[in-house]
């Protein structure tokens, strides 16, 4: 069974930057076949939505309200997963989560509060 840990989360002024990270674990130490890991976000009243993705081949892709704003990135010998967020805007408040895909499931952390105003 993965483990996701999110930290990163917060409060933050329009226009501040907040770094989301993201660390998976497994009893056995190493996860294995993983397909993907992303950034999912939920508003409240909202369905959760993706944010930004990456596959196991390092391709990435982003929800189009934060391309150019926001950047995912992993470290695989960490396990794990960040994602930068600039330019914010009041709409990004959201709890974010983590999400791991591999061959065994799809795993997700708990969430982490981002919170922006002005």
């Known amino acids: 069974q993965v483990q996701l840990v999110e930290s990163g989360g917060g409060a933050v002024q329009l226009g501040g930057s907040l770094r989301l990270s993201c660390v998976a674990s497994?009893?056995?130490?190493?996860?294995?076949?993983?397909?993907?890991m992303g950034w999912y976000r939920q508003a409240p009243g909202k369905e959760r939505e993706l944010v930004a993705i990456e596959s196991r081949v390092g391709s990435t892709n982003y929800a189009d309200s934060v391309k150019g704003r926001f950047t995912i990135s992993r470290d695989s010998a960490k396990n794990a997963l960040y994602l930068q967020m600039n330019s914010l805007k009041a709409e990004d408040t959201a709890v974010y989560y983590c999400?791991?895909?591999?061959?065994?499931?799809?795993?997700w952390g708990k969430g982490t509060l981002v919170t922006v105003s002005s």
């Open positions: 999400n791991l895909n591999n061959f065994y499931g799809d795993y």
């Open positions: 497994v009893a056995s130490g190493r996860i294995l076949s993983i397909n993907s």
